[in-house]
């Protein structure tokens, strides 16, 4: 947990230190941490055993959690934010949630689009929406048609990347002499994870698995007239390189281009900056010679995905062609991106829900069978049922339940059956081994507890859906409800740029209308700095503030600021 867990309450990084159990005391009146701050000998106590403490800090940030905003905004900015400037600088941010509901993936992709963020290279994904890229089994090329215009001889080189245009400068003489690398691999082949950067962790030893082939990059390079300059560089004055009367000694009609700089060329040509700065990063790299190339060659380097390293980065092969014969081959292991993983909340769930991927996958089958066999046993109710049915009334244990549109829009089933389709989810990704260790993760409500229990193991199956089933039913019964079971209480969602109040303003303008329409409205969930925001409240109050934002909007020449969000009838996070 500690430097990569990431919870709703204090939006920054999980530690094991007095000055994050005092941000924890900042937000929330925690009696059991404030004991522990005021009485060293109890702080100490504390300190002295790991699983102690962790379990105060983390028993505590969970309890909070219902009744406290959730500060994704915050979350985000952090994740997104750049290394130097305090944030963590995460280059891959994937949800882990449904592909036709991706929220956290769209949340992402516009906080990114704020001028805040301008120039960030992050890539972001759903596992359902993009489960080509996710699991790297897409096969379309990033290579346009056309081919890439050759280069002059005497001019730097442009690289052409995904897109086809300009990745980066490269001079002729410019290669580093130490360009090529071994990788570490195992008796049978495979390339250990240690080749990567990566250590072997709990979940086993990272090894390449083979891929389909994605062309992605190609560009054409013109080889130096003299490698005069290289042969200073790197130190390699051979003369069959440097002298035409060396290189015709040899029986060469002219020098030869050095080994080494089509090497170092190739490396550049996956390393370099894309003009969105997208490069792949070499931890490890063999190369194979096949050819000859002659100064002034035009060479045509192609880089292909070809494998993933297990919860690890890729293998990239590189080649190298002059008039469609091969000259050469390398085969590049990049470096895994910095990654963070994200576990939505409620209000995405639908019927049928991820079932298909019982016959995808044999891990997220048995995460679905073991869940069915605890709700039949411990909770009275069949999980497969419930999703696959989504019935509006049921009894489980002597207790009837009822909802209009469908116990999964009834907030303790709802948590239970979206903590097993985030089990599934994440088990799915770790069998193929296309989740990244370690990584960031975070959750956005309920996703916080998903979070821990499918990504961090912290939290075992069986216990997360009972958790989170009790968590539920507290909440369904902590506001009154009529004969029927409907409650006074909604959450809509608020977009204020669509009027002209900023995020700076939104509070004290949510407030104002609460205060004029006597009821009950607050901010529970701050998605997208100015732009959308979560906000509980009673069933009068939230049709104020409709009525409300569109006399603004209507004014201010926006589109529609207000909606009401399903299927949730608990003001959470008030």
């Not at 990347?161 to 990788?183: M, R």
């Not at 390393?271 to 060659?297: P, R």
Request: hydrophobic share 40%; charged share 20%; aromatic share 8%.
């Amino acid at each position: 947990l500690v430097d990569r867990y990431i919870p709703n309450l204090v939006a920054s990084p999980f530690e094991m230190t007095k000055e994050f159990a005092a941000k924890i005391l900042e937000v929330v009146p925690s009696e059991r941490i404030k004991a522990a701050l005021d009485d060293p000998a109890v702080w100490d106590s504390y300190a002295a055993d790991d699983q102690k403490l962790g379990r105060l800090l983390l028993t505590e940030l969970l309890s909070w959690q219902f009744a406290s905003p959730v500060r994704w905004i915050e979350t985000q900015a952090l994740l997104f934010g750049k290394r130097e400037q305090g944030g963590l600088g995460v280059e891959e941010y994937v949800e882990v949630g449904l592909g036709n509901a991706p929220t956290l993936a769209n949340l992402g992709a516009k906080t990114l689009h704020l001028p805040e963020f301008a120039g960030n290279d992050t890539v972001v994904y759903n596992v359902g929406r993009d489960e080509g890229r996710v699991y790297m089994t897409d096969t379309d090329s990033l290579v346009p048609d056309d081919e890439p215009e050759e280069a002059a001889a005497s001019a730097p080189v442009e690289t052409a990347p995904a897109g086809g245009s300009a990745v980066a400068k490269l001079g002729s003489g410019a290669a580093p002499a130490n360009a090529v690398t071994e990788a570490a691999q195992t008796t049978d082949g495979s390339v250990a994870g240690q080749s990567t950067g990566l250590s072997a962790s709990s979940r086993g030893l990272q090894v390449v698995q083979a891929t389909p082939r994605r062309l992605l990059r190609r560009v054409k390079v013109v080889a130096p007239h003299d490698m005069t300059a290289f042969a200073r560089t790197s130190g390699d004055f051979n003369p069959i390189h440097t002298s035409t009367r060396g290189a015709r000694i040899s029986g060469l009609a002219a020098p030869l281009v050095h080994g080494m700089w089509l090497s170092a060329t190739a490396q550049h040509a996956v390393q370099a900056l894309d003009e969105k700065g997208a490069h792949y990063e070499i931890a490890g790299w063999t190369y194979n010679m096949y050819g000859m190339v002659q100064l002034d060659d035009t060479v045509e380097i192609s880089v292909e995905r070809v494998g993933k390293v297990r919860h690890g980065g890729m293998t990239l092969e590189v080649t190298c062609r002059i008039d469609g014969q091969l000259v050469s081959r390398g085969t590049a292991l990049v470096r895994a991106p910095r990654a963070a993983f994200v576990y939505p909340g409620q209000g995405i769930q639908k019927q049928g829900m991820v079932l298909d991927e019982r016959a995808k996958s044999a891990a997220a089958r048995d995460v679905w069978e073991r869940a069915d066999k605890l709700t039949r046993s411990k909770l009275g109710f069949s999980i497969l049922g419930l999703v696959r049915d989504n019935p509006k009334e049921l009894t489980a244990n002597g207790v009837t339940y009822r909802h209009p549109e469908g116990l999964l829009n009834l907030t303790q089933f709802t948590q239970v059956a979206l903590a097993t389709v985030a089990f599934a989810q994440t088990a799915r990704l770790r069998e193929a081994g296309a989740d990244i260790w370690p990584a960031y993760f975070a959750g956005h409500s309920l996703g916080e507890y998903n979070a821990l229990s499918a990504f961090a193991d912290v939290i075992p199956l069986e216990t997360v859906l009972e958790l989170v089933f009790h968590r539920g039913s507290t909440m369904h019964h902590l506001i009154e409800r009529d004969a029927q079971g409907r409650s006074n209480y909604r959450m809509g969602a608020l977009r204020p740029n669509q009027f002209g109040v900023d995020d700076a303003h939104v509070k004290e303008y949510v407030e104002s209308v609460a205060k004029a329409s006597g009821e009950f409205l607050e901010i529970v969930n701050y998605n997208l700095a100015g732009q959308q925001y979560a906000i509980a409240g009673t069933i009068a109050g939230l049709k104020a503030l409709k009525a409300d934002s569109a006399r603004r909007v209507a004014a201010f020449g926006g589109k529609p600021a207000f909606m009401l969000v399903p299927g949730i009838d608990v003001p959470f996070h008030s």
